[in-house]
Nanobody, 125 residues
Framework: QLQASGGGLVQAGGSLRLSCAAS????????MAWFRQAPEKERKFVAA????????YYADSVKGRFTISRDNAKNSFYLQMNSLKPEDTAVYHC????????????????????WGQGTQVTVSS
């Protein structure tokens, strides 16, 4: 099970840190990711990280502003969001695939098996 938290309302330019607790995650080869979905829009990739090795991947729209990280001992991963913009407003979902997702598919939501319930992030202008 995945439990996302940390969303909220913040002014443009502010920061938020999202957390995803992944209970029962034991696979050392897991790939973990964040996606977001704005109202009436499709779900979009934000960032991904490999449980072993820590390789990271980002959508162009968040590069340099967002940082994904993980704490394997806590079975958790995080999304530090800085310099937030109104267009970052969305429901953010954490996702995990127990096995390694090939690099070319880390941005694809169909690559992930387990999904959290989502946490709302609202950025006011």
């Amino acid at each position: 099970q995945l439990q996302a938290s940390g969303g909220g309302l913040v002014q443009a330019g502010g920061s938020l840190r999202l957390s995803c607790a992944a209970s029962g995650l034991t696979s050392s080869s897991a790939t973990m990711a964040w996606f977001r979905q704005a109202p009436e829009k499709e779900r979009k990739f934000v960032a991904a990280i490999r449980r072993v090795g820590g390789g990271t991947y980002y959508a162009d729209s968040v590069k340099g502003r967002f940082t994904i990280s993980r704490d394997n001992a806590k079975n958790s991963f995080y999304l530090q969001m800085n310099s937030l913009k109104p267009e970052d407003t969305a429901v953010y979902h954490c996702a995990v695939h127990a096995n390694r997702v090939i690099t070319g598919l880390v941005h694809n939501s169909y690559s992930y098996t387990y999904w959290g319930q989502g946490t709302q992030v609202t950025v006011s202008s």
